[in-house]
């Protein structure tokens, strides 16, 4: 995992380019657009699917296991890391997020709080987008004004298939967001992860990105779980 890992960026970022192949982004394209029109929930910016549970500040009501399709590539994800970042055997994913991001769509600067373990994967399929990390305002600082364009302290292209990892400082104090953009600028100055990029990014000092409609699956695990009693579960 080690050679995943950014360096320039506060603990820790990784990014694997191509962890999934065109074939398997199809399926789990597939999987994700042939469900019912129920299990989307649409908000402001974009629209998303609930795997597992609703997380809640307290932990989650686990309504059911993750689809059988993702198996295969949360599998893939905790064999990569039972080397260092996972606590391994005790691990076990439990719920994923599946965004859908149109062009011109995003995500507020947010924390992921603790009601999951500190620990964020994410597979992009599709398109590429940004993803930028700020610091936090400073409460004990009246003078801190800035906006997050001031704070941003690190800018990640995130390229279709690729698996992005979060923990640490960037997990717990850092935020993170997606601006509500129709293309982005690419070149080594902006972009944290440019040298770790495919050749036809790293090929160009500069380039204009245009984003199509992006579907992340945002994995990760609920630690304070309780289940429906059985009568209650979805059918
Ligand atoms: O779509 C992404 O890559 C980020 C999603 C995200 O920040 C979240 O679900 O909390």
């Known amino acids: 995992m080690e050679i995943y890992k950014l360096t320039n960026v506060p603990d820790t970022l990784y990014y694997i380019p191509n962890f999934i192949t065109i074939e398997e982004e199809e399926y789990l394209l597939s999987c994700v657009n042939n469900v019912p029109r129920t299990r989307w929930v649409q908000l402001r910016n974009r629209r998303l699917q609930n795997w597992g549970g609703q997380p809640h500040s307290k932990g989650m009501i ?5 689809p059988k399709w993702l198996e295969p590539f949360t599998e893939r994800i905790l064999k990569l890391e039972n080397q260092t970042i996972f606590p391994d055997h005790i691990f076990q994913f439990n719920h994923c997020l599946v ?3 149109e062009s011109g769509q995003g995500i507020m600067p947010h924390t992921d709080g603790p009601v999951y373990h500190p620990i964020v994967s994410t597979i992009s399929l599709q398109s590429h987008t940004v993803i ?3 610091r936090p ?3 004990n600082n009246k003078e801190d004004v800035s906006s997050f364009s001031d704070r941003c302290i ?3 292209l995130l390229e279709p298939r690729s698996l992005f990892m979060v923990k640490d400082d960037m997990y717990s104090y850092y935020l993170h967001g997606i601006e509500e953009r129709q293309e982005d600028t690419i070149n ?10 495919n050749d036809n990014i790293k090929d160009k000092d500069e ?3 245009l984003r199509t409609t992006r579907i992340s699956l945002t994995i990760r695990c609920v630690e304070k779980i309780s289940k429906l009693p059985v009568g209650l579960l979805r059918k």
């Open 188 to 197: 080594r100055e902006r972009i944290s992860n440019f040298d770790r990029c």
């Open 132 to 134: 930028e990390f700020y």
């Open 62 to 66: 686990q309504t059911e296991s993750l």
């Open 154 to 156: 690190a800018r990640v």
């Open 207 to 209: 380039q204009i990105l």
């Open 99 to 101: 965004n859908e991001y």
């Open 137 to 139: 305002i400073d409460s």
